[in-house]
């Protein structure tokens, strides 16, 4: 499953790297790529282990807003 999440205020690489590598430290998701200059987070994942709700909350965690 594939799932794109627009997320607000990642800047740099270091926002890129926060980011993607909270998303996967959860269980499920095998992929995560930061596009910076769109603003958005392309995931990979498997819908029977994690949720989007899950990846929201990790990259909130982080710092950083996510819009639904």
Do not use: F, P, R, W
Request: aromatic residues 2%; hydrophobic residues 40%.
């Amino acid at each position: 499953m594939e799932k794109t999440l627009n997320v607000q205020g990642m800047t740099c690489g270091h926002c890129k790297m926060s980011v993607e590598g909270a998303l996967k430290e959860l269980d499920g998701v095998s992929a995560a790529e930061v596009n910076l200059e769109a603003g958005s987070v392309d995931v990979t994942y498997d819908e029977s282990k994690v949720t989007v709700a899950a990846m929201k909350e990790a990259i909130e965690e982080q710092g950083y807003d996510v819009e639904a």
